[in-house]
């Protein structure tokens, strides 16, 4: 994210200001080849695991696609749930996954090309109709794939927990007082919620 970001953050917010003076320079960099498929296919595959035991998964999951670096929705509409059972994905995570595969052969869910041309608010509408993608998902799509600069994601435990460490609340903020408060750091409210996760990382 931008130097002029994080100057907005500081001029728009002082308690702000100081989280950011502890943490230093935003290093956020979105993965921005990957195609949405494959975004979300990594994120249905880490939904309620630990980071190791998601990436162990992963690995096994593509190794059922010799040659590829990752396989084509089409590969995984192919391919038998046994097989993807074997690497470990729960079923619902299978049926996700596929159902993932259907709707981008569809053209639901967008390529990188055309999800580019698309508003946050029509990108959100259009993959949250996929099996097992809700908007937090989407919302990690849109910060670490695609690069969008104003994503306050409300509902995120980390975002929510930093914002009570940083401002000295005693309790969570609702994801309506987030939202609320947030307003002042549009338009870069990413870049406000990659400094609330960096938060959690502060010696206490």
Request: aromatic fraction near 8%; include cysteine.
């Amino acid at each position: 994210m931008t130097p002029e970001a994080v100057e907005h953050l500081r001029r728009s917010d002082k308690t702000l200001a100081r989280l950011i003076t502890k943490v230093g320079p935003c290093t956020l960099k979105p993965h921005s080849r990957r195609t949405p498929f494959v975004a979300l296919v990594t994120a249905v595959t880490h939904q309620q695991l630990n980071g190791t035991a998601a990436k162990t998964i992963l690995k096994r999951f593509l190794a059922l696609y010799p040659g590829k670096r990752f396989p084509t929705p089409e590969d995984v509409l192919a391919t038998p749930e046994d097989l993807m059972r074997g690497a470990g994905l729960s079923r619902a995570k299978i049926a996700a996954i596929k159902d993932l595969a259907a709707k981008t052969v569809a053209g639901v869910v967008p390529g990188s090309r055309a999800i580019a041309k698309l508003s946050n608010e029509e990108i959100i509408e259009r993959l949250v109709s996929v099996r097992g993608v809700g908007p937090w998902t989407v919302e990690m799509l849109l910060i670490f794939t695609l690069g969008r600069l104003d994503v306050l994601p409300v509902t995120d435990y980390g975002v929510r927990k930093g914002f009570a460490l940083t401002f000295g609340w005693k309790d969570l903020p609702t994801p309506k007082e987030l939202l609320e408060y947030g307003e002042r750091w549009r338009p870069h409210r990413s870049t406000a919620a990659w400094y609330l996760w960096r938060a959690l990382e502060l010696p206490q």
